[in-house]
């Protein structure tokens, strides 16, 4: 198998200049009916389609989430409304100030085992996946190579 086998086609992308709020919208539209969202991560794109970044949920946390509360004690902090004052500091920030290189991306036609080798590598969930000009046409997901590999060896 190749990465361009198990790939989910693009549906949502971000541009660079889009503003967080834009990933936050675009990540409610895409949850499922039971408020769940199969992706953690969205591609940020240029004009041309060439990939420049992903920006994820993780990273997102993460600009939310001072540092420093990890060095405290923490249960000795009020948590009522704490996270969501912090989420509000995000507010005029643009997807490019927190969105992650593109070096994670592999061309279409890379050996599936190879790919999972650089996700566990790398510790990513999510892994582009470009053509030759670097423009980006799919995602692996984990779950998108668990299901490609569980179907066959574990049948219902």
Sequence with gaps: M?????????????????E????????????????TCGISSLPVLEDDGRLVGIVSIHELLKAIHPPYLSLEHLSQFTWDGMLESMARRLMGKRVSDLMTSPEDAVEEDRPLMECVN??????????????????????????????A????????
Excluded at 2 to 18: C, E, F, N, Q, S
Excluded at 20 to 35: C, P, Q, S, V, Y
Excluded at 149 to 156: D, G, H, T, Y
């Design 118 to 147: 650089h996700m566990l590598r790398r510790c990513i969930t999510t892994l582009p996946v470009v053509d030759g000009a670097g423009r980006l046409k799919g995602m692996i997901y984990e779950s998108s190579i668990f299901f």
């Design 2 to 18: 190749k990465a361009r086998d198990v790939m989910i086609p693009i549906t949502a992308h971000l541009k660079p200049g889009d």
């Design 20 to 35: 967080i709020h834009a990933f936050a919208r675009t990540m409610r539209k895409l949850r499922n009916e039971d408020g």
């Design 149 to 156: 590999v569980a179907e066959p060896v574990f049948p219902e």
